[in-house]
């Protein structure tokens, strides 16, 4: 499938240069749509080429994010030309992310992507999609995830309230 990107290829300015990877995932709210970059995160990189940063309007439900064609490829400078706001932050580090606050900029996200991306695929690896699945476990297979999350939550010195926060981002019916 050819999207047709709402800047073109011949009107792009180079408007960031990084010695390291510049490819990146956007979804297509921002860079079919023209959106603004509501929500960024880096993290861990799938390639060489990849820098790790993904970019959402911020506004995407998880049945579109669910759709591989909804996202696309890019480079960081194909991102920056859309949304310059982006620029101060490409340097961050992996686990970084930014969020749109309600005054339009965009700030900094506490919320540790890393290690909810690690309690996620603890969760998955149990086959638990929501808290039904997680409450109906044996309690042996229950303290084996609870101790594999507390190993995250001890790595990135999380708290038991941010580890809960983190639950119930990953469990919408928590």
């Known amino acids: ?3 047709k990107c709402c800047i073109k290829p011949e009107d792009l300015k180079d408007l960031f240069q990084t010695d390291g990877p510049e490819g990146c995932i956007a979804s297509d709210r921002i860079m079919v749509e023209g959106r603004k ?13 990849d820098s790790g940063w993904r970019f959402t309007a911020g506004d995407e439900d998880e049945e ?9 490829v890019y480079t960081l400078n194909a991102v920056a030309n859309i949304d310059t706001d982006i620029i101060p932050f490409l340097n961050s580090p992996v686990g970084s992310g930014f969020l749109r606050d309600e005054n339009g900029q965009l700030v900094k996200d506490d919320f540790n992507i890393i290690a909810r991306q690690e ?4 969760l998955y690896e149990h086959n638990i999609a929501d808290s039904k699945d997680y409450e109906s476990r ?9 101790e594999n999350i ?5 790595n990135y ?3 038991d309230n941010e580890v809960e926060e983190m639950l119930k981002s990953i469990f919408s019916d928590y």
């Open 138 to 146: 044996d309690p042996e297979e229950l303290a084996e995830i609870y």
């Open 1 to 3: 499938m050819n999207k």
């Open 119 to 122: 309690i996620d695929e603890i």
């Open 157 to 159: 010195d999380l708290s």
């Open 37 to 49: 970059v509501g929500y960024m995160y880096r993290e861990h990189a799938d390639r060489k080429e």
């Open 150 to 154: 507390k190993v995250v939550q001890e």
């Open 64 to 72: 579109y994010m669910s759709n591989a064609e909804n996202a696309g």
